[in-house]
C-alpha cells in the first residue's frame, strides 16, 4: 500500500471507531488498537508531510492557544426551555398544546436534560468550521479549537449526501467516569481538581488553550438544529431529525424516544429519575419537545422559549450540611472507610446523616475537616458522599488560621488497635487484626450469614454485633453450637443495652419463637453446597462465581486447601493475585482451626475433579468469543475443560487459542495483535469430533 492510500485508510478506520464509539455506542476495536492506529497515522503524516490534512483524526488540537475568544453571531438564535417542577405544570403544558393543535393525543420526543454547556456547531458542505457557546442566545464564543478536540465531535460529517449548512445543537458534558479518572490523575500529577462534571465541562470549554482542553474528558450529545440547508424534505418530526443526525455521525443520547400525552412524558420522567444514579452522565431534568414539526409551527415561541417545548427538572440531589465528626468503619476484610457524621439534612427527600468519605486519598483530595460546610450528594442507589468543602464556610480562628487540623485516617484499629496497613499500589487502608478484630468478626459473620452464602435466615446485624460483643461467638463455627438459651439471654442483654424490649410474658413468648426459628435456620444451613462454604468463608476476592469455578475445578476441599499457587493459577480466571489470596487463607492456622471446626457441623457433598490435568489441550489457555452456532459458550468451555484445557474469560500472552465465533470483537482484537492463535467454530468443531466429543 501507498502512503497516501494508507493514511487515508488509517483516517477512516479511526472516524469509523470513533463512530462506533460515539455513535452506535458499540465499540469496534480496543483503546489499545485505537492508540496504535494513531501512532501509525502520526508517524505516517509526519514522514509525508504533503499529505497534510487540516480535518485529519491527528489534528484535533490544531488551532494554536488563543488570547481571548472572539464573538460569533448565531443565524438561527439558540433558544432557552421553560422549566416545569411539579406534574401539574407539566399537566398545563401538555394541555396547552392539545388545545390548539386540536391533537388529543399528541406524541412527544423525551431526552434527559444533561447538565453540561449548550454549544451550537456549524458544519458547511460536511465540514465542521465553528462551534461556539450559547452566549446571549443571539452571539456566542467562538471555542471551535476547544471543540475540535472533543472526539464524539466529527470534524466531517458521514454519508454521501450531506446538508449545505447545518447547525446542530447539543450538550457538551463530562461523562461521571471520566470525571472522577480525571480528578484521580490530577491529584497525582498536582492538577488542579475539577469540582463536578458540570463546572468541569464548562470550565474546559473556557480554556484558551486547545492542548488543555484535549486533556479533558468531554463529550457530547446532538439535540437541537439551527440554521440547515440541504435536510431531507421527509423529514417530519423531531425524532425523525435526530435518527438523520446519527446518519451523518452526531451522537445523540441513546435514551431519547418518543412518549404519548401526558402520561407518556411522566412515565418516562420517572423511569429515568430511578436510573439518574446510574446514569453515565448527569442530569437534571427530561426535556419533553412536541415531535410534530407542523404543531411545534402552529405552537411558536415566547421571547426565546418555545411553547413546544419544556424542561421538567429533578428535585436537587446535593445539599449543604456541616460535619460534625469524621469516624472511621471497618469491613469484612479490615477496609477502613472514613464516614462524616453529619447534621442531618435532607436530600431529594431522605434524611442523611452520615456520608461515605471512600477512603484516604478522597479526603486528601477534598480536604474535608471536622466543622467543614460540605455539600452532599446522593450517589449510586443508597450512600450518600461529600462531593465537596464549601471553603469559604470553614471555620477559622482570629488569625484566620483553620480551626481543625487535615483529617489523616488512624495508623492503629479504632475497635481492636492492631496496626493499619496499607499496601503499595492500594487505595484502601485495612487493619491487620484479622478475625482477631471484633469489627471484621462482625462482618464476617454477617457475610457467612447472607442469603447467597450460608443463607441462616434472622441473623440480623443487631444480633451478629451482641453474639460477638458479649462474647457467644469467636468464629462462624461456633454458630453451629449455640442454643436456644444462649440466645435468649444474648438478646435480653442485648435489649437491656440497647434500652428496647419490656420485659413481658408476652415478649418472652415472641423472643422464644425467635430464637427456635433461628435455631431452625442454622440446623437447615448444616446441609448446604461446596461453593457456598467457599463463598461464606469470606477469602478476599473470591467472590460467588470464584467460588463456584473452584469448587467445581476440586471438587472437594482437600485438594484445594493443598493446592499451591502455581496449581491455583491453572483454575479457569484465577490469576496470581487471587491464587496468593486462596493460598495464603488456607495456609493461616487459625482458618484452617475454623475450617476443622465448620466441618464437624457442615456436611456438603464431594466429588472428583471436574477437568482433566492430561488430555490434547492440558496445560492450554483457551478464551472464547462471539456466538456459537452449533453450541453454547458453556457447553464448549465444558467440552474443552474435559479436554484439559483451562478456560479463560480474558485474552493475555498467557492465552494459547481464542476461538472466535460470530461477531468476536476486542478479544479477537487482542488476540490478533498479540498473536495468539485464532480457531473459528469449524476448527472447534473438527477438532471436537475428532476427540469424540
Ligand atoms: N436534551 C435537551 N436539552 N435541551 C436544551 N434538549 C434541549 N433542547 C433545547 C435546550 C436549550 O432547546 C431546544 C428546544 C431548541
Known amino acids: ?234 423529514i417530519k418530526t423531531h425524532s425523525q431529525m435526530l435518527a438523520w443526525l446519527k446518519t451523518l455521525g452526531l451522537p445523540v443520547c441513546p435514551e431519547a424516544r418518543t412518549a404519548r400525552g401526558v402520561e407518556g412524558v411522566l412515565a418516562f420522567y420517572r423511569d429515568l429519575g430511578a436510573r439518574r444514579n446510574v446514569l453515565p452522565y448527569d442530569i437534571d431534568g427530561s426535556v419533553y419537545k412536541l415531535d410534530r414539526y407542523d404543531q411545534q409551527r402552529a405552537m411558536g415561541f415566547v421571547s426565546r422559549a418555545p411553547r413546544w417545548a419544556i424542561a421538567h427538572k429533578y428535585p436537587a440531589q446535593e445539599e449543604a450540611t456541616v460535619v460534625e465528626a469524621i469516624d472511621v468503619q471497618v469491613g469484612r476484610t479490615g477496609a477502613l472507610t472514613p464516614v462524616a457524621r453529619l447534621k442531618p439534612v435532607q436530600v431529594a427527600g431522605v434524611v442523611v446523616t452520615n456520608a461515605t468519605l471512600h477512603n484516604a486519598d478522597q479526603v486528601a483530595r477534598l480536604d474535608v475537616r471536622v466543622g467543614d460546610h460540605v455539600i ?133 413468648k415472641v423472643a422464644s419463637k425467635w430464637a427456635e426459628n433461628l435455631i431452625a435456620a442454622i440446623d437447615a444451613s448444616r446441609d448446604t453446597a461446596l461453593e457456598r462454604v467457599l463463598f461464606a468463608l469470606g477469602i478476599r476476592d473470591v467472590g460467588e462465581s470464584t467460588a463456584k469455578t473452584l469448587a467445581k475445578y476440586f471438587g472437594a476441599l482437600d485438594p484445594l486447601m493443598a493446592a499451591d499457587e502455581a496449581a491455583l493459577q491453572q483454575v479457569p480466571d484465577i490469576g496470581p493475585v487471587v491464587a496468593a489470596r486462596i493460598a495464603h487463607f488456607f495456609a493461616e492456622a487459625h482458618n484452617r482451626d475454623v475450617i476443622a471446626a465448620l466441618r464437624a457441623q457442615v456436611r456438603w457433598p464431594e466429588s472428583a475433579p471436574q477437568r482433566s490435568t492430561d488430555g490434547p489441550l492440558a496445560g492450554k489457555t483457551v478464551v472464547l468469543t462471539g456466538g456459537l452456532a452449533s453450541m453454547s459458550r458453556d457447553e464448549a468451555g465444558d467440552k474443552l475443560e474435559a479436554l484439559g484445557a483451562k478456560v479463560s474469560g480474558s485474552v493475555s500472552k498467557k492465552t494459547s487459542i481464542v476461538i472466535a465465533g460470530e461477531a468476536a470483537g476486542s478479544k479477537l482484537a487482542k488476540a490478533q495483535e498479540l498473536g495468539v492463535e485464532v480457531w473459528d467454530e469449524a476448527r472447534l468443531v473438527a477438532f471436537l469430533a475428532e476427540h469424540a466429543l
Request: with cysteine; charged share 30%.
Open 1 to 234: 500500500m501507498t502512503p497516501d492510500s494508507r493514511i487515508a485508510d488509517l483516517r477512516q478506520q479511526i472516524e469509523d471507531a470513533n463512530y462506533r464509539y460515539y455513535v452506535l455506542d458499540d465499540p469496534s476495536i480496543p483503546d489499545i488498537e485505537y492508540d496504535r492506529l494513531m501512532r501509525e497515522l502520526e508517524a505516517l503524516e509526519a514522514a509525508h508531510p504533503e499529505f497534510a490534512d487540516a480535518d485529519s483524526p491527528t489534528q484535533r488540537v490544531g488551532i494554536r492557544p488563543a488570547s481571548k475568544f472572539e464573538e460569533v453571531t448565531h443565524t438561527v438564535p439558540m433558544l432557552s426551555l421553560a422549566n416545569a417542577f411539579a406534574d401539574e405544570e407539566v399537566q398545563d403544558f401538555v394541555d396547552r398544546i392539545e388545545k390548539e393543535t386540536g391533537d388529543g393525543d399528541p406524541v412527544f420526543s423525551v431526552e434527559p436534560k444533561l447538565d453540561g454547556l449548550a454549544i451550537s456547531l456549524r458544519y458547511e458542505r460536511g465540514a465542521f468550521v465553528r462551534g461556539a457557546t450559547r452566549g446571549d442566545g443571539s452571539t456566542g464564543e467562538d471555542v471551535t479549537g476547544n471543540l475540535r478536540t472533543i472526539k464524539a465531535i466529527p470534524l466531517k460529517l458521514r454519508g454521501d449526501t450531506v446538508p449545505e449548512v447545518l447547525d446542530v445543537r447539543g450538550e457538551v458534558f463530562m461523562p461521571k467516569a471520566a470525571f472522577d479518572k480525571y480528578n484521580d490523575w490530577a491529584l497525582a500529577n498536582g492538577e488542579k481538581t475539577l469540582a463536578n462534571p458540570r463546572n468541569g465541562a464548562a470550565g474546559s470549554l473556557r480554556q484558551l488553550d486547545p492542548r488543555v482542553t484535549a486533556k479533558r474528558p468531554l463529550s457530547f450529545y446532538a439535540y437541537a438544529l439551527g440554521e440547515a440547508q440541504g435536510m431531507p424534505e421527509s
Open 376 to 508: 452532599v450528594r446522593r450517589a449510586g442507589d443508597v450512600i450518600p458522599e461529600v462531593a465537596r468543602v464549601i471553603d469559604e464556610r470553614r471555620p477559622r480562628d482570629a488569625q484566620g488560621e483553620p480551626l481543625h487540623p487535615p483529617y489523616a485516617l488512624p495508623t492503629t484499629c479504632p475497635v481492636c488497635g492492631s496496626a493499619v496497613e496499607r499496601e503499595e499500589g492500594e487505595v484502601v487502608a485495612r487493619c491487620t487484626g484479622g478475625l482477631f478484630c471484633p469489627a471484621q468478626r462482625k462482618q464476617a459473620l454477617i457475610h457467612f450469614a447472607s442469603r447467597r452464602a450460608m443463607d441462616i435466615e434472622g441473623l440480623g446485624e443487631r444480633f451478629v454485633d451482641a453474639l460477638v460483643e458479649f462474647g457467644y461467638v469467636k468464629t462462624v463455627a461456633d454458630l453451629y453450637a449455640l442454643k436456644i438459651d444462649d440466645f435468649l439471654e444474648m438478646k435480653r442483654r442485648a435489649d437491656e443495652r440497647d434500652g428496647t424490649t419490656p420485659e413481658t410474658v408476652k415478649a418472652g
